[in-house]
């Protein structure tokens, strides 16, 4: 090993140049992209079983990968090393499964030993490629091809180029699959129930407040209102609801000061609905919180969850703090 003094400038050329060959790369499989695409498409989405992604070293690693995107974004996959699978892990595939396999130059020992196996189960095989004509090519029921000609690698041996391909093109598959079945906001949040995308997608019924509403009649006085407002746990709000249950306004404790200093302490026996802010915002309980901080910023700190204009909860922007969302 001959280490080598670079500069700074030389540092960042060397980088760029990965990022120009592996960003031509993707463009490239972009450009070729054509009806075989669509048919592997096809081939995953009427899977009645499981995807079982499969390849070696590197291209394993990016089995791996894709395995778990398609996993999250609601395509059930698995990943197998072929390696273990020609020792008895291969049972794990089934009739009902297809089997996507990589590999760059479609002519992977492990992989190939496998196909024969995967042929007698009447398994489809998609395999990404690079080389056409190669074993895995050959034997495979569609194969997309990745066409990179060099590698990132300055001695062009190291699997860089090709696997950002691979990678780049199986999130294609993943996506254009989430398409196809329509996955929606709430069928992804079920797939991420934890982490920071799980807390992005959490509903407003997740976190809302529904026991000991601060419910109030508009008929009765500021007085008890304040009363209400001053009560343990309460979130400084009191609902205003008619005879129907139905949502009439709010008291917040901003509008009692207010109050005070326009009536000049002549308010206490006021009726609430003298007083009380019509027509507030509310929220569904089915909108994600990330719609509900929007409504709120920095205006308000509570908003009345209703059905049909009947106040079912109360969110207030502690809620949210607490659910560590912000």
Not at 103 to 114: D, L, P, R
Not at 208 to 221: A, G, V, Y
């Amino acid at each position: 090993m001959s280490i080598k003094s670079y500069t700074n400038n030389e540092i960042l050329s060397i980088a760029k140049d990965v990022l120009d060959n592996e960003a031509s790369a993707i463009l490239k499989v972009k450009d070729i992209l054509n009806e075989s695409f669509c048919k592997a498409v096809d081939i995953l989405f009427n899977c009645k079983g499981k995807i079982v992604v499969t390849g070696m070293g590197k291209s394993g690693n990016i089995g791996k990968k894709i395995s778990a995107t398609l996993t999250s974004t609601g395509t059930t996959a698995v990943f197998l090393n072929p390696a273990e699978a020609i020792h008895g892990d291969i049972g794990i595939l089934a009739e009902n499964d297809v089997l996507l396999a990589l590999s760059k130059s479609g002519n992977t020992e492990e992989i190939n030993t496998i196909i024969p196996f995967v042929k007698r189960l009447g398994i489809p095989v998609i395999s990404i490629v690079n080389e056409k004509d190669s074993s895995l090519d050959k034997s495979s029921d569609v194969s997309l091809y990745i066409n990179v000609d060099k590698e990132a690698c300055p001695m062009n041996l190291a699997p860089t180029t090709s696997t950002t391909a691979m990678l780049a093109l199986g999130d294609a598959i993943a996506v254009t699959l989430m398409h196809k079945k329509g996955i929606s906001e709430n069928e992804f949040k079920l797939f991420h129930p934890g982490g920071m995308i799980g807390k992005q997608l959490l509903l407003v019924r997740d976190i809302m407040e529904t026991e000991n509403l601060p419910f109030i009649s508009p008929d009765e006085t500021v007085k008890q209102a304040l009363e209400i407002i001053l009560s343990k746990n309460n979130r400084g709000i009191v609902i205003v609801v008619d005879n129907n249950k139905n949502l009439s306004g709010i008291l917040v404790d901003g509008d009692l000061k207010r109050i005070a200093l326009k009536y000049e302490g002549n308010f206490l026996n006021k009726k609430v609905s003298e007083v009380m802010t019509k027509n507030p915002k509310t929220i569904k309980q089915d909108c994600f919180v990330s719609e509900a901080l929007k409504i709120m910023e920095n205006k308000y700190t509570s908003l009345i969850v209703t059905q049909d204009n009947i106040p079912t909860g109360l969110l207030h922007i502690h809620d949210i703090l607490l659910a560590k969302i912000i």
